[in-house]
């Protein structure tokens, strides 16, 4: 019994000593090295790869979504451009506050540039301090004009293009009292419209 073991270990040792079997005992060695290494090192570094890549693509779509925001802001900047102009003719037709004297102004001016001649002239009551009542007001006007019909027509054709959004609510033409020429006296009354900002709540 004694004399087979030794004889197995001699074999076992003979075995060891070959080249092919340190090569082959070294290539395990590298292989767990290895297993090892990936393990304890390259697989979080791809752990936080990915993570890097998920937050990557997180800023590109906020990145996106940022664009759209800045692209539709531009848009409503070149509308809010393109109808300024409008928006400030819609103020001066229907403004917030009487205007009564740009109005008075245009009345006059428009009477003396058709050569009729103003002969009185009344505006109706109007808030002049305070704050305004909410919903569309008037103010009603009543004027006297002389001046022959050619004249006081064309007079109120110019009076409902001014930009001011105004009607006419009754016209009555009289020559009583009024010298030979073919001039006649014109009672016109108006109304004059505005639309108070309504109040911040």
Request: aromatic share 10%; charged share 20%; proline share 3%.
């Amino acid at each position: 019994m004694k004399r087979n073991y030794s004889f197995y270990y001699q074999r076992f040792q003979t075995w060891s000593n070959q080249s092919q079997v340190r090569a082959s005992g070294l290539a395990t060695l590298s292989f767990f090295t290895v297993a090892f290494f990936l393990v304890l090192a390259i697989l979080p570094t791809f752990k936080t790869i990915a993570g890097l890549r998920k937050e990557i693509e997180d800023s590109q779509n906020i990145n996106a979504q940022l664009a759209k925001k800045i692209q539709a802001l531009k848009t409503a900047e070149v509308n809010y451009s393109q109808n300024l102009n409008k928006l400030e003719l819609v103020n001066r037709v229907l403004p917030e506050k009487e205007e009564f004297e740009r109005l008075a102004w245009q009345t006059q001016w428009l009477a003396k540039n058709h050569n009729l001649e103003l002969i009185n002239g009344s505006f109706g009551e109007f808030n002049l301090i305070g704050q305004e009542p909410e919903g569309l007001k008037t103010i009603p006007i009543e004027l006297t004009i002389n001046g022959n019909y050619l004249q006081i027509k064309n007079w109120i054709n110019s009076m409902v293009k001014i930009d001011r959004l105004i009607t006419v609510e009754s016209l009555n033409l009289t020559s009583k009292g009024v010298k030979s020429g073919g001039k006649v006296n014109a009672n016109i009354k108006f109304s004059a419209y505005y639309l108070p900002e309504e109040p911040t709540k």
